[in-house]
């Protein structure tokens, strides 16, 4: 499955950005799918993930509350709605997808990966 991120931006603190993630091929709806997001000078960390059916969703508790991801299925796309964004967002946001029923929260247990999207949150 190949992945396309879109939706970064430049937005103030207290903003809002909705993260989009369009998938090719038919299987979107076998793949959990998950967003992870890179600082600069700092590793990978996970944001949030849904489950195939997208009934089940998890958060790093940074986000939690402040963040939504959700996805369509008919239209083969991931989404991260990011409200009340703080300057320590600041970061390429990558989506990603495993074929699997579960949850993943670490990046290793991903295969496929979208480029990324930079989102820059000014205080």
């Known amino acids: 499955v190949q992945l396309q991120a879109s939706g970064g931006g430049l937005v103030q603190a207290g903003g809002s950005l909705r993260l989009s993630c369009a998938a090719s091929?038919?299987?979107?709806?076998?793949?959990?799918m998950g967003w992870f997001r890179q600082a600069p000078g700092k590793e990978r960390g996970f944001v949030a993930a849904?489950?195939?059916?997208?009934?089940?969703?998890y958060y790093a508790d940074s986000v939690k509350g402040r963040f939504t991801i959700s996805r369509d299925n008919a239209k083969n796309t991931v989404y991260l709605q990011m409200n009340s964004l703080k300057p320590e967002d600041t970061a390429v946001y990558y989506c990603?997808?495993?074929?699997?029923?579960?949850?993943?929260?670490?990046?290793?247990?991903?295969?496929?990966w979208g480029q990324g999207t930079l989102v820059t949150v000014s205080s």
């Open positions: 091929g038919r299987t979107f709806s076998s793949y959990s």
């Open positions: 849904v489950r195939q059916s997208g009934a089940n969703t």
């Open positions: 990603a997808a495993v074929r699997t029923a579960l949850v993943r929260v670490q990046s290793s247990e991903y295969d496929y």
